[in-house]
């Protein structure tokens, strides 16, 4: 950084946004600065053929309406100087989001340990008016063999276990001509694989974690104490309780 200006020939740099300290950055303030791995100074011909991609009408409108639906998640955007001031839990922006592009068939692709949790979610999307179709991750009862799976890798060993099927749900949703689907706690990799195969926009409602209650977050906020040991290197896998 010269003369607090941040010079732009690091073109070999990896962008590394989530390690930026700036205070008034560049990406989101005019005459802003970045850090030298700054994408928004040294990426601009990839950003430019990026933003191409929103000459798409139909692109251009979902990104649209996405944005117009992130400002309405927020109260008194009028009063300056303005305080953030959120009031709408996810759940309800998926109704107002998929009503604004409108979408009349929702797809609903979800753990089979959340069962309750996608039938909430059902009961109010039927409520708002919308025809929904849902499939759980077990669907055809593949076994787990399949996909090279054996008994020491299952989660009940020595017993049958059917594999959770991503694609399976993706391809049935796609059958049913889903206008958008919603996520509800599908693993880590599985999760991927049903955006890989979807054909309709998909936005996750529940991330899952085992352990905090689908709250994935809560690792991140506690690296000082209870997690802590999530920032020495490798990850040990804790002892089985006996």
């Given at each position: 950084?010269?003369?607090?200006?941040?010079?732009?020939?690091?073109?070999?740099?990896?962008?590394?946004?989530?390690?930026?300290?700036?205070?008034?950055?560049?990406?989101?303030?005019?005459?802003?600065?970045?850090?030298v791995f700054c994408p928004t100074l040294n990426c601009?011909?990839?950003?430019?053929?990026?933003?191409?991609?929103?000459?798409?009408?139909?692109?251009?409108?979902?990104?649209?309406?996405?944005?117009?639906?992130?400002?309405?998640?927020?109260?008194?955007?009028?009063?300056?100087?303005?305080?953030?001031?959120?009031?709408?839990?996810?759940?309800?922006?998926?109704?107002?989001?998929?009503?604004?592009?409108?979408?009349?068939?929702?797809?609903?692709?979800?753990?089979?340990?959340?069962?309750?949790?996608?039938?909430?979610?059902?009961?109010?999307?039927?409520?708002?008016?919308?025809?929904?179709?849902?499939?759980?991750?077990?669907?055809?009862?593949?076994?787990?063999?399949?996909?090279?799976?054996?008994?020491?890798?299952?989660?009940?060993?020595?017993?049958?276990?059917?594999?959770?099927?991503?694609?399976?749900?993706?391809?049935?949703?796609?059958?049913?001509?889903?206008?958008?689907?919603?996520?509800?706690?599908?693993?880590?990799?599985?999760?991927?694989?049903?955006?890989?195969?979807?054909?309709?926009?998909?936005?996750?409602?529940?991330?899952?974690?085992?352990?905090?209650?689908?709250?994935?977050?809560?690792?991140?906020?506690?690296?000082?104490?209870?997690?802590?040991?999530?920032?020495?290197?490798?990850?040990?896998?804790?002892?089985?309780?006996?």
């Amino acid at each position: 950084m010269v003369g607090g200006i941040v010079m732009r020939d690091q073109m070999s740099l990896k962008p590394q946004c989530a390690l930026c300290s700036v205070m008034k950055k560049v990406c989101m303030a005019e005459n802003g600065v970045g850090p030298v791995f700054c994408p928004t100074l040294n990426c601009k011909e990839s950003i430019a053929l990026a933003i191409k991609e929103y000459e798409s009408s139909e692109i251009r409108e979902f990104a649209r309406m996405a944005s117009v639906q992130e400002a309405e998640c927020y109260a008194n955007r009028h009063i300056k100087p303005y305080v953030s001031h959120p009031v709408k839990p996810r759940v309800q922006e998926i109704v107002e989001f998929a009503r604004k592009m409108s979408y009349t068939k929702l797809g609903v692709a979800f753990c089979a340990g959340l069962q309750a949790e996608a039938q909430a979610l059902t009961e109010i999307l039927n409520a708002q008016g919308f025809d929904v179709v849902s499939v759980n991750c077990k669907v055809g009862g593949t076994p787990k063999e399949v996909i090279g799976i054996i008994e020491d890798e299952k989660i009940r060993i020595g017993e049958f276990e059917s594999m959770c099927s991503p694609i399976v749900q993706a391809n049935l949703l796609n059958r049913e001509n889903s206008d958008f689907n919603i996520l509800v706690g599908l693993c880590v990799g599985h999760d991927s694989l049903f955006f890989k195969y979807s054909k309709a926009f998909t936005t996750v409602l529940i991330s899952k974690d085992r352990v905090l209650a689908h709250n994935p977050a809560g690792a991140l906020y506690t690296t000082g104490n209870y997690y802590a040991r999530l920032l020495k290197p490798g990850i040990d896998p804790p002892a089985e309780i006996l």
